[in-house]
T-cell receptor, first 110, second 115 residues
């Protein structure tokens, strides 16, 4: 299993729909999980941290499944402005540094 | 506050030329980082610095040097640019010592092309 793996997409979703994507990780001892958002030709920005109990911020919900070693991001009532690449971030075992996934591209269609 | 700033925004170099990418942050953060981002690849850590005067290698340090001039500034130097260094370079900072829990604050990036 790769250290961090994401479906690259693109996910083409109509406005108003719900979309979810996952990120799998290989380090069963990982303690740190994030979702970052990166707009086209811009820098990554933190979207939300992912806690063991799951967390919600408005239309966004992040979940952690330790047993299956993945985190998920759910976006409800999607907006055109949600179009971006979503990067999964996890800490890895060999040097306890964080590692960024390659990202999942999301296109919200009008 | 400007956050993290980077110069230049774009640069084209010929193979063998040298240049320095500049990064500065005004958030009084202790740690600073340099990443590169290539198509189809995740962000990869080149070097990082936990404090003024200290630097450490990341995942892909070969062909680069860094300098933590003071708490605000962290520069990345390419001594002899190669086409394989064509990439988008991001500088980032975090408040405390490098750890796995802090949010990373990124600069706008430098798009470098080496021909």
């Amino acid at each position: 299993r790769k250290e961090v793996e994401q479906d690259p997409g693109p996910f083409n979703v109509p406005e108003g729909a719900t979309v979810a994507f996952n990120c799998t990780y290989s380090n069963s001892a990982s303690q740190s999980f994030f979702w970052y958002r990166q707009d086209c030709r811009k820098e990554p920005k933190l979207l939300m941290s992912v806690y063991s109990s799951g967390n919600e911020d408005g239309r966004f919900t992040a979940q952690l499944n330790r047993a299956s070693q993945y985190i998920s991001l759910l976006i409800r009532d999607s907006k055109l402005s949600d179009s971006a690449t979503y990067l999964c971030v996890v800490n890895r075992e060999r040097d306890d540094k964080i590692i960024f996934g390659k990202g999942t591209r999301l296109h919200i269609l009008p | 506050n400007a956050g993290v700033t980077q110069t230049p925004k774009f640069q084209v170099l010929k193979t063998g030329q040298s240049m320095t990418l500049q990064c500065a942050q005004d958030m009084n953060h202790n740690s600073m980082y340099w990443y590169r981002q290539d198509p189809g690849m995740g962000l990869r850590l080149i070097y990082y610095s936990a404090s003024e005067g200290t630097t450490d290698k990341g995942e892909v340090p070969n062909g680069y040097n860094v300098s933590r001039l003071n708490k605000r500034e962290f520069s990345l130097r390419l001594e002899s640019a190669a086409p394989s260094q064509t990439s988008v370079y991001f500088c980032a900072s975090t408040p405390g010592e490098p750890n796995i829990y802090d949010e990373q604050y990124f600069g706008p990036g430098t798009r470098l092309t080496v021909t």
